[in-house]
Each structure stands twice: as structure tokens, then as C-alpha cells.
């Protein structure tokens, strides 16, 4: 890789990585740090509203990839543009919910357990690596620099598939045993 070609994708890291980091830290002290809040009674219907957002956003990407393949790419970018904001309206829904809601603790015992802990621990640990991700692969497809844009999109796909999935799995188990 030449000077220029590092120069180019190492410009905009810095600006994502800053935002990224205040990302998780802001979400890190809503859910452990600040507590529970007076919550007006919509605020309930906000993880089945997350979970819509995040199984569109995998249906999305799903479809995005399909017509990469097929070399269509302004539907492939429709399809991408509409996986972010299906993305953004879960992150924006995610944070005015844990605002009020703080942590939501597991009740289930047995096998259940370590296999909710397993998802949800890859879950998070993948969608802090996801986000800044995200922000690079529409950074370069947006500024037609396709060669890096590619190069990032083959982590970022299967990596903001999984955490699209693993959302709505945790949603799932999380339904059936907190009532």
C-alpha cells in the first residue's frame, strides 16, 4: 500500500473511533452507572421496537449483500443506506429505553443461562467493534473509494449481521423469561 493509500483510509479513523468510543462509554454508564428513571409507559414497547429495527436491519443486509453479488449496486446501496438507518433508529430507541431503564437482569437458571450470557457477552463485545466498522465501510462507499470500502465490508457485513441477529435473540429469551 503506498503513503497516500494509508493516508486515505487512516484520515477519517481517528473521527470514528472518538465517536465510537463516546458511543459505548456514553451506553456503558446508562445501563450500569446512572440508574432506573421514571418512565412514561411507552418506554415498555421499546425492545420490541428494537428488535423490529434490528431484524429489518439484517433483512437489509441480507438483501444488500445479495445485490452486491449480482453487481447492482445503487440497489446494493439502498439496501445499505436503509440497514444504517433501521441501525440508527435501534441505537436512538436502545438509548431513550436504557435511559429509563437502566440494566435488565436475567432471571432464567439452568442450561438457559450460559447460553443467554454467551450471546449477549459476543453480542456486545461485537457491536462495539461493529460500530466503527459501519461508520469506515459508509465512509468509503460514500466517497466512491470502493477499493478500502470492499476491503472493510468483508468484516463488517458478517459482523453487523451477527449483532443484527443476536439482537433479536436476545430480545427473544429475554421475553420469554422476564415478564
Known amino acids: 500500500m503506498s503513503t497516500s493509500n494509508a493516508e486515505q483510509i487512516r484520515k477519517p479513523m481517528p473521527a470514528i473511533i472518538a465517536l465510537s468510543a463516546v458511543i459505548a462509554a456514553s451506553l456503558i454508564w446508562l445501563i450500569y452507572f446512572k440508574g432506573k428513571v421514571e418512565a412514561p409507559d411507552w418506554v415498555s414497547a421499546l425492545p ?3 428488535a423490529t429495527c434490528n431484524s429489518l436491519s ?3 443486509l441480507i438483501m ?3 445485490n452486491i453479488r449480482r453487481r447492482n449496486i445503487a440497489v446494493h446501496k439502498r439496501y445499505m443506506l436503509t440497514a444504517t438507518a433501521f441501525s440508527g433508529l435501534f441505537l436512538v430507541s436502545y438509548i431513550v429505553y436504557h435511559f429509563f431503564h ?5 432471571p432464567g437458571h439452568g442450561w438457559i443461562r450460559p447460553v443467554y450470557f454467551s450471546i449477549l457477552i459476543s453480542h456486545i463485545g461485537l457491536s462495539m467493534i461493529a460500530l466503527p466498522l459501519i461508520l469506515a465501510t459508509l465512509w468509503f462507499g460514500l466517497r466512491s473509494e470502493f477499493r478500502f470500502h470492499k476491503r ?8 453487523w ?3 443484527s441477529v443476536t439482537g433479536v435473540v436476545v430480545f427473544a429469551i429475554l421475553k420469554t ?3
Do not use: E, K, Q, S
Not at 102 to 106: E, Q, S, V, Y
Not at 152 to 159: C, E, G, V
Open 177 to 179: 423469561y422476564v415478564h
Open 48 to 50: 420490541a421496537v428494537n
Open 58 to 60: 439484517a433483512l437489509c
Open 102 to 106: 437502566g440494566d435488565t437482569l436475567f
Open 161 to 163: 449481521l451477527y449483532v
Open 64 to 66: 444488500g449483500y445479495i
Open 152 to 159: 472493510i465490508a468483508r468484516w463488517t457485513f458478517p459482523i
